[in-house]
């Protein structure tokens, strides 16, 4: 970190140079170490982040640089480099306000950079760790609304718009939602491979959608589909990822690790390779929901040190490992991360039941105000984790 280098388009070795950050203050920038271009494409690469300036050597600031140094980008071409399928590309204008919501943050300026929207709670399946489980009374926000919502939290400076549910592939007007997220953000979407055609797939990459996360449980087949409650749940995720990345879409693998799928570790990330995933996120799963009463779930301290070993000596494709996040950073929620359920009742995560406000009440803003008096922004302790 903080290294001299060559910091604008090719680099004195021939590399390309994408730029983080540039002003009198801090200047950062990242290149692809060691990649060869092929078709206009990085292969076998990994990111190298340099930054100069007074605000280079602020532990944070340092923090949030490191996180990606050294780290294999989820996908670099001779225009953009997209470091994770959770970050919007470099360069944009969404990364650039990510950037500027980092930095503010330092003055103790809250951002709700990432905010879930869950749509509908309309879903086939019946996954045994829900953490927003169908209410019976088919909530569902109309497309207007959402449209308000995005509007609303563009304009407070959120620059990941996620879809949930439920199954939001199975919302009709989804494309028409995707394409309301102008260039201020990036939209991703959560399924399960329920209803995620190829034509639906085609429709979001044309409507800007960046990334599709598929959910998974197992990588065994028999094992997945008992955990989501339904025969051919996991040939459906499958199909899923092939249309994602037939569209052109960014294609990540999300698992929720309980201590039962520890072992599967490395037959998550070989079925994310030979799928051709961009990224494969590891989440900790979070007794609330259909598990709220489990508290045997989570990950013991020699899962964690297991997985972050795991993760130390991976190759491609990248891994996003969310418990180290939680380490280096602490809690998002109310801190960077807001959710929305399909009641309009507004969270400061969506494994926190905890409503904080309705959107059809009072403006989102007022509500992430009231959220700064959430206690345990930043913790190093997940509450819903006893």
Sequence with gaps: MARAGDRDGEGRSGRKSYPLYDS???????????????????KEGWVLVDACGPLAHLPLIKSALQMFDGQLPAHADSEKLCLSTWI??????????????????????????????????????????CALPNSGNKLRLSPNTVKDIIGQILDMGTTLVIFDGGEPALY???PELVASVDDRAISTLFTSGAGFTAKLARRLKEAGLYAVNVSLDSPIEAEHDAMRGREGVFSEAMQAIENALAAGLLVDHYVVLRRENMPHLQRFHELARRMGAHELTFFEVVCTGR??????IALLPADHARLADFVRNAGAPRIFSVPEAYKRFGCFAATSWMHITPAGEVYPCSCYPQSWGSIFKEPIKKIWQQMGAFPYKKSKACPMRK
């Design 172 to 174: 009709q007007e989804l």
């Design 88 to 129: 919007p590309p470099i360069p944009s204008r969404a990364f650039s306000r990510l950037a500027d919501s980092r930095l503010r943050a330092l003055l103790g300026r809250r951002t709700p950079d990432q905010v879930t929207i869950s749509i509908t709670e309309e879903c086939p399946n019946r996954c045994a760790h």
């Design 24 to 42: 009198l203050l801090l200047r950062a920038w990242a290149r692809v170490q060691e990649g060869r271009m092929q078709q206009d494409q990085v």
């Design 291 to 296: 598990w709220s009463e489990r508290q045997n």
